[in-house]
């Protein structure tokens, strides 16, 4: 008798060392260990009846049934108590979280880990939740742990049965693992999600981003157009927020009209945001519509300026690409109506360049405003332009020049004449206007009766342009003048 039963257990023990052995070559140590409880059984019920061939009936079906049980539904009473009732643990932790008892949930789905280590579903939603705390570390390492228990063999006391935890622990690895940079798994984890629950906008809202980053736009716009149709599955302000990063990724895709009609779709859910506001404004900008775009920009950079975001200053930007946009429009309006002698609509297009011009342009423009009044003959306006030109840019010759003229030509002879010395002494040697002002100069000497430096400033300005017909002239007539005098004298 005691041959035989020892007999038994060394077989009972060839046949479990035999598996382990097996198992470990096949699912690595960890594996092994992990079914280490099944062997045991299957192997006691051989020893058993190798020993005792009658009496091996039962110890047979009991192996067998333990091998089998794996198998059972996820609420097997059996499978809950040989699990050291985690499931328990982890419905008690998912009433806590839902409680707002975050610590109490985080403890009892540490118990529910430590009571069956390979229990996928305590691991995925403990994940979930310090993924949800900012724990992002922690969350990528119990995914990534349950989904190693997804995959295990079926043969073990321990597994962990397919049921949708699996997919939250794809969606928390994916999420985490895009926060840490790891984009290629995060791609992985989150596209398995998706064929799993192909009607979760959250894991399209995840993927949709990741594609964005990596200048996918049409990838990304399909993404934002499946969290919109599976709307149900995520609130109302991220389905606004969808249509707002569609209209995105739409517009960098060249589709124009499509992305206005996604992103005023944004703002019909959400007329608060401001983003939507400014990204609106940007393509009535770039269609033409810059007067609407201007009244996007607005609103969009007071809202962004109160919330303290950055974007504020893009809207800035774009405000002031709108406000050179209509500048260069009257400013090329204006001067086109002065050529063509159209004076009064060159005033009225001058005055709206003038308005948004930036201070580098303000003198020409006003002395092209004052040409405009001159012509028009309304004098004391065209003196108040050429006065503004000469104040906005003092420093240039030129406006001094045009206002000793304009001055010069009311009779207006003394403030003139300082005028055109200013001008004179700013112009660089060689200036091709400094004859003129010297001419003009001439001019005003000899209005106010004095001929000899009115005749000295004709020779200088023939010396420096020796072709000036008018300062020849204007010689030839003081010369003349002079000897009128000189013989009436005599």
């Not at 964005?212 to 990838?219: I, P, Q, S, V």
């Given at each position: 008798m005691f041959p035989k039963r020892l007999k038994g257990l060394v077989s009972a023990l060839g046949a479990l060392l035999s598996g382990f052995i097996f198992l470990a070559l096949v699912n690595g140590p960890e594996g092994a260990a992990d079914?280490?409880?099944t062997l045991t059984i299957v192997a006691a019920a051989i020893g058993f009846a190798q020993a005792k061939p009658k009496l091996a009936y039962l110890p047979v079906m009991l192996a067998l049934l333990v091998v089998q049980w794996p198998l059972a539904a996820p609420d097997d009473s059996i499978a809950a108590a040989l699990a050291g009732r985690s499931q328990g643990l982890v419905l008690a932790a998912e009433k806590a979280a839902a409680a707002g008892?975050?610590?109490?949930?985080?403890?009892?789905?540490?118990?529910a880990v430590r009571a069956n280590p390979r229990y996928g579903k305590a691991k995925a939603t403990a994940a979930a939740l310090h993924l949800a705390m900012g724990q992002t570390d922690k969350a990528y390492e119990l995914a990534s742990a349950a989904l190693k228990d997804y995959e295990r063999?079926?043969?073990?006391?321990a597994r962990t049965r397919p049921d949708g935890a699996k997919n939250v622990a794809l969606f928390v690895a994916g999420k985490a693992a895009a926060q840490f940079g790891y984009y290629d798994d995060a791609l992985v984890r989150l596209t398995q999600a998706a064929l799993a629950d192909p009607v979760n906008g959250l894991i399209h809202w995840e993927l949709a981003g990741?594609?964005?980053?990596?200048?996918?736009?049409?990838?990304?716009?399909?993404?934002?157009?499946?969290v919109i149709a599976a709307a149900g599955s995520v609130d109302r302000t991220t389905v606004a927020q969808a249509?707002?990063?569609r209209g995105e990724a739409l517009a960098r895709m060249g589709r124009v009209d499509d992305a206005l009609a996604s992103l005023q779709t944004s703002l019909a859910r959400n007329p608060d945001d401001a983003l939507a506001r400014l990204d609106v404004g940007a393509i009535k900008l770039a269609q033409g519509r810059v007067n609407e775009a201007m009244g996007d920009l607005r609103v969009a950079r007071d809202k962004l300026l109160a919330n303290g975001d950055p974007a504020a200053e893009q809207a800035e930007q774009l405000l002031d690409r709108a406000y050179q946009f209509i500048y260069e429009g009257?400013?090329?309006k204006g001067r086109s109506l002065l050529a063509s002698r159209d004076y009064q609509g060159a005033v009225q297009w001058l005055k709206r360049a003038i308005a948004l011009a930036p201070p580098s342009d303000r003198a020409e423009l006003d002395l092209s405003l004052a040409q405009a009044y001159w012509n028009l003959d309304r004098l004391e306006e065209a003196i108040a332009s050429y006065r503004e030109a000469a104040a906005t840019d003092p420093r240039n010759p030129r406006t001094r020049h045009s206002l000793g003229w304009a001055l010069g030509a009311i009779g207006q002879f003394k403030e003139a004449e300082a005028e055109v010395k200013a001008a004179i002494t700013m112009y660089a040697s060689g200036a091709p206007e400094l004859p003129s002002a010297h001419s003009?100069?001439?001019?005003?000497?000899?209005?106010t009766g004095r001929?000899?430096?009115a005749r000295a400033e004709y020779l200088m300005a023939l010396s420096l342009d020796p072709s000036d017909v008018r300062a020849r002239a204007n010689l030839d007539r003081v010369v003349r003048a002079a000897q009128v005098i000189g013989t009436s004298g005599e």
């Open positions: 079914q280490l409880l008892q975050v610590d109490a949930a985080e403890g009892l789905l540490d118990r063999p079926i043969f073990t006391i990741i594609f964005a980053k990596d200048g996918l736009w049409k990838e990304a716009a399909d993404a934002y157009e499946r249509y707002r990063l009257y400013k090329t003009l100069l001439g001019v005003i000497y000899e209005l001929g000899e430096a």
